[in-house]
């Protein structure tokens, strides 16, 4: 096995690790929020400016699909639909204060639980994981192209 492969291997193995402890906040949040509809509030937390169209297309999902994830958080009132005042074709994706909150929390959990591993290394260790994350984050900056890292098939959520 060469050396890039273990590398690869040895990244791969730390995500993993990675997405159980924001796992462990994000499955303390209540009410409970599955993660294909968390994506979404973030989606459209980000930015104010999102209607469906660009939903699905951010997602790389048919636009039913999308439609779905937003019929579900509505439901639970966690999302509404409102006319763009600029053309009332158009339905801009908005959150409610529930929504704001619940995104809230879930960042202090998991800064929370994140803080509680990274107590757990050393300063040096810290630093060292601090600059080569800013790295990885650069060099996979260079790499996205105009269909980005998710490919360019349309998949459901």
Same mark, same amino acid.
């Given at each position: 096995?060469?050396?890039?492969?273990?590398?690869?291997?040895?990244?791969e193995s730390?995500?993993d690790?990675?997405?159980?402890?924001?796992?462990?906040?994000?499955?303390?949040?209540?009410?409970?929020?599955p993660?294909?509809q968390?994506?979404v509030l973030?989606?459209?937390?980000a930015?104010?400016?999102?209607?469906m169209?660009r939903?699905?297309?951010?997602l790389?999902?048919?636009?039913s699909?999308?439609?779905?994830l937003?019929d579900?958080l509505?439901?639970?009132?966690?999302?509404r639909?409102?006319?763009?005042p600029?053309?009332?074709?158009?339905?801009r994706?908005?959150?409610t204060?529930?929504? !704001? !909150?619940?995104l809230?929390?879930l960042r202090e959990r998991?800064?929370?639980v994140?803080?509680?591993v990274?107590?757990r290394?050393?300063?040096?260790?810290?630093q060292e994981?601090v600059?080569?994350l800013?790295?990885?984050a650069?060099?996979?900056?260079?790499?996205?192209?105009p269909?980005?890292?998710?490919?360019a098939?349309?998949?459901?959520a």
């Amino acid at each position: 096995m060469d050396r890039d492969t273990d590398i690869a291997a040895a990244v791969e193995s730390t995500v993993d690790s990675l997405v159980s402890v924001l796992d462990t906040a994000r499955l303390a949040q209540t009410p409970a929020v599955p993660p294909a509809q968390l994506r979404v509030l973030a989606i459209v937390a980000a930015n104010r400016q999102t209607n469906m169209s660009r939903l699905a297309e951010t997602l790389d999902v048919v636009p039913s699909s999308a439609s779905r994830l937003c019929d579900r958080l509505e439901a639970t009132g966690l999302l509404r639909r409102v006319p763009d005042p600029r053309d009332r074709r158009e339905v801009r994706l908005m959150l409610t204060p529930a929504a !704001r !909150r619940l995104l809230d929390q879930l960042r202090e959990r998991r800064r929370q639980v994140l803080g509680d591993v990274l107590d757990r290394m050393t300063p040096t260790a810290r630093q060292e994981l601090v600059r080569a994350l800013e790295a990885f984050a650069e060099a996979a900056r260079d790499d996205e192209g105009p269909a980005g890292a998710a490919g360019a098939g349309l998949r459901t959520a």
